[in-house]
């Protein structure tokens, strides 16, 4: 009997733990189309990386997956945006050392003149030729890959303030992302579509060494399949 009350509150405990994480996946929605609804922008972006174009007449949670947890990966983007500008920089001064030889500057004046007027270059500048527009090529990657970079770091920033608030030292948080992917039904134009809006919330430990408090954030919401 000990045995059957035992299971059953186990069971209980694990269907009560379900019906609640359901319920925090059901808010979240139920809050995104709602503002959506209503067009109030201020909340939408308050909580919700993605905009939806599409008027939603009625929307439905179909089924919660079961959620991944990743590293967080703000401090290692953050550190790969500076590796990057540092490694760009270090060939900007390359070349500024190169140009400034005294043995190469000469070359390198005939150069740009001959090719300013569209010139062929004699063989003796080739080399010159052939080096600088490999600092300038590299310069041009260099540049491309800082900017990509920067911009995946702001990104991650505000999806990480979306979801734990502003803070000074966002840039140094580590701890785990957690996903997950919710299939909800919208009623789009009278008809039922199947999507699916991933949810994002950062776990994140602070300079205290506290796990700071979280959210649900809204990712994505994409067709399914």
Do not use: H
Not at 78 to 99: C, F, I, P, S, T
Not at 105 to 124: E, H, I, N, V, W
């Amino acid at each position: 009997m000990r045995e059957r009350t035992t299971a059953l509150a186990v069971a209980l405990g694990l269907a009560v733990a379900g019906l609640a994480c359901s319920s925090t996946e059901a808010n979240v929605v139920n809050q995104y189309f709602t503002a959506l609804r209503a067009n109030d922008q201020g909340t939408l972006t308050s909580f919700a990386m993605v905009a939806f174009d599409q008027k939603v007449d009625d929307w439905k949670l179909v089924s919660v997956a079961a959620g991944t947890k990743t590293p967080a990966t703000l401090p290692d983007l953050v550190k790969k945006a500076a590796d990057l500008e540092a490694q760009q920089k270090a060939n900007e001064k390359e070349y500024r050392a190169w140009g400034n030889d005294l043995a190469v500057y000469p070359k390198l004046d005939q150069m740009r003149t001959k090719r300013s007027k569209g010139d062929k270059l004699p063989p003796a500048l080739q080399p010159t030729a052939d080096k600088f527009d490999a600092f300038q090529a590299k310069d041009r990657e260099l540049k491309k890959a800082t900017a990509d970079a920067k911009a995946a770091v702001e990104r991650e920033k505000r999806n990480v303030a979306l979801s734990v608030g502003q803070t000074d030292d966002v840039e140094t948080l580590t701890g785990e992302v957690l996903s997950k992917d919710v299939d909800v039904n919208l009623t789009i134009g009278g008809q039922v579509k199947p999507y699916v809006m991933t949810l994002r919330k950062y776990e994140l430990t602070g300079g205290t060494g506290a796990r700071m408090v979280a959210r649900w954030v809204v990712q994505s919401l994409v067709p399914k399949g």
